[in-house]
């Protein structure tokens, strides 16, 4: 069985890049330099929402399940830096060859780890080969959209319409699944001001979690999974959050039972 890996990223405005590209007195804080940011968006375009090369990766979790394992967990460190957040993913990448899995993964995840993978200089041989290196590769890679070595869920249960894009929270939930949890994506920026790099980090867990197990959900759609299987791989999530003690496992899984 190929390896699958479930992926999401959480991002912050890159302070740094804004001072340079616009010239900011090193005098003016990091909450004004964002602040002006947002405020020549919302200007622009009617929101506050930055373009991607602008994204700086706070944290990246993942969902691996090979073998007869599942694990989910978030690279490297509160501590580290975006470039060994992001080498880290593509060292996965490097690793398993896994499938990659993701919820809009196409429109935001990727392409902002393409950037800022450029604006530090890194590398990730294995994710950007289209069959130089190996011809498996030429016809089904990470880049091309219409292959599956990376499934984009949105993208593909929408039949890559824009206008039949569904929010995940709100499909997970009518699954049946614990959905999102006192955090999203529009409070990451004050959490991560606050120093909630750890709450950042659960909430991003917990996303990838609900994201393979919509995914599961969409292999059982396909005939992957039957009745019977489904359930044990639910179940292989289950127990595996169930061995953690961490207080983000224990009301998702309180969530899930109450769904």
Same mark, same amino acid.
């Given at each position: ?10 991002? /912050?405005?890159? /302070?740094?890049?804004l *001072?340079r590209?616009?010239?900011l ?17 919302r200007a622009?375009?009617?929101?506050d929402?930055?373009?991607? !090369?602008?994204?700086? =990766? ?12 599942f694990?989910v967990?978030s690279?490297g ?8 957040? #992001?080498?880290?993913?593509? @060292? ?12 809009? &993964?196409?429109?935001?995840d990727?392409? =902002? ?6 604006? !530090? ?10 069959g ?17 070595r ?12 824009p ?9 997970? *939930?009518?699954?049946?699944?614990? &959905?999102?949890?006192?955090? @999203? &994506?529009?409070? /990451? ?5 606050? &120093?909630? #790099? ?7 867990e ?9 995914f599961? *959900? ?18 292989? =999530? ?11 496992? *224990? ?9």
């Amino acid at each position: 069985m190929t390896p699958t890996l479930v992926f999401d990223i959480e991002t /912050v405005p890159d /302070v740094e890049g804004l *001072r340079r590209l616009h010239d900011l007195d090193p005098k003016v804080s990091d909450r004004d330099v964002a602040e002006f940011a947002l405020q020549r968006r919302r200007a622009a375009t009617g929101n506050d929402f930055l373009p991607l !090369h602008l994204q700086r =990766v706070v944290a990246i979790a993942c969902a691996l399940r090979e073998g007869d394992s599942f694990r989910v967990w978030s690279l490297g460190t509160p501590a580290d830096s975006e470039p060994e957040l #992001i080498r880290r993913f593509f @060292d996965g990448v490097e690793k398993y060859t896994p499938q990659l899995i993701s919820w809009n &993964g196409s429109g935001f995840d990727l392409p =902002v780890l393409h950037y800022r993978s450029m604006v !530090h200089g890194l590398s990730a041989t294995r994710y950007w080969d289209m069959g130089e290196d190996d011809r498996d590769f030429r016809y089904n890679n990470y880049i091309n959209r219409y292959h599956t070595r990376h499934l984009d869920l949105m993208d593909l249960l929408a039949l890559y319409q824009p206008r039949a894009y569904v929010p995940l929270d709100d499909l997970a *939930r009518l699954c049946g699944f614990p &959905g999102k949890l006192g955090m @999203d &994506g529009s409070k /990451v920026g004050e959490a991560f001001r606050a &120093g909630k #790099i750890e709450e950042i980090r659960n909430y991003c867990e917990t996303d990838v979690a609900n994201t393979h197990l919509v995914f599961l *959900r969409f292999q059982l759609l396909r005939g992957v999974h039957d009745a019977a299987n489904y359930k044990r791989e639910c179940e292989l =999530v289950r127990g595996t959050l169930e061995n953690s003690k961490a207080p983000h496992w *224990r009301e998702f899984l309180d969530a899930w039972k109450a769904g």
